[in-house]
């Protein structure tokens, strides 16, 4: 997931195409564009480790989901970070409907880089340098099926969950006009089906613009969520990103007490360290005071010599 309109400056890179009106740029395969790609973007989707870590998550996803559907019990949903008319301070819904019948099983996932790699729009960003650009943006949203890719392990998982009869459902911040591009990227990259307003939710389909609670409020009125995957905190419950500058609270809030329960419980995070929230942070706010360290002048190595 993805975050991307919320996050201008920081966001990723990625066309494949010059005018994202056709297919992959004429070319742009050949030999000799020996221009280092970022880091970040060397590791997400270039890397064979990036690529273990993503199939190892969504193992993890449908092998929980299956295990709660079997589960003899009365089904409970994820928090969901809705406050308002649920039980617990980040809002587990009820999954028993006003009737008194039990809502079917799903499971609520962000899309960009959590089901779908924006390989293409990533690619052309790193290839200009260029800052992320709304218009290309949407270029590519109207325009990448084919090209942008399932993530590492989101086929077979959705697979999985689709086969234990769990619905699959997208919350995504990809805006509402270019639906028709997103439900056309995520059937061609073999992670579908989506249908817009019934299994997949949009940036604009209500005036909360990308905090997501709301549709996700929208979804728990019919379903009973068990599981939640995304890339950014948000994916989850927008508390986490109502304040992104409060860098070491942020992460304290996400690493202790009712929250640290849900990961791999319910809550399933995919590697994204190429934009998000988590792009703020000066030394004085990543590494608080009890975490520095400098070595003292009589700690320089010694140097050995031959005898």
Request: net charge neutral; hydrophobic share 40%.
């Amino acid at each position: 997931m993805k975050q991307i309109l919320t996050l201008a400056a920081s966001a990723v890179a990625l066309a494949g195409c010059a005018t994202m009106n056709s297919g992959p740029v004429a070319g742009s395969a050949t030999a000799g564009n020996v221009k280092t790609a970022p880091d970040t973007m060397r590791w997400l989707y270039g890397s064979g480790e990036a690529a273990a870590a993503s199939i190892q998550t969504w193992r993890q996803i449908a092998d929980y989901s299956i295990a709660v559907v079997r589960q003899r019990k009365a089904p409970q949903s994820v928090p969901m970070g809705l406050p308002n008319g649920t039980t617990g301070s980040i809002g587990t819904p009820s999954c028993i409907k006003a009737d008194g019948t039990a809502k079917p099983f799903a499971a609520v996932f962000d899309v960009d880089e959590t089901v779908l790699l924006n390989t293409g729009y990533e690619y052309w960003q790193a290839l200009t340098g260029k800052p992320f650009d709304a218009d290309e943006w949407a270029q590519w949203a109207n325009n990448g099926a084919g090209i942008a890719q399932p993530v590492p392990g989101a086929v077979t998982g959705l697979r999985r969950l689709r086969e234990a009869g769990i619905t699959v459902i997208f919350n995504t911040n990809r805006d509402s006009d270019t639906a028709a591009g997103a439900v056309a990227a995520i059937e061609a990259a073999g992670t579908g089906p989506a249908v817009h307003g019934q299994t997949l939710f949009l940036r604009g389909d209500d005036d909360m613009g990308s905090r997501k609670d709301g549709r996700r409020a929208k979804i728990a009125e019919n379903y009973c969520v068990i599981a939640m995957a995304g890339d950014n905190l948000g994916d989850f419950a927008d508390v986490f990103n109502a304040d992104e500058s409060a860098i070491a609270a942020r992460r304290t809030m996400v690493a202790r007490g009712e929250y640290a329960q849900l990961w791999g419980n319910g809550w399933f995070l995919v590697p994204n360290p190429v934009y998000g929230a988590w792009q703020k942070g000066t030394l004085d706010e990543v590494f608080p005071p009890e975490t520095r360290w400098k070595p003292s002048p009589g700690d320089a190595p010694v140097t050995m010599t031959r005898p």
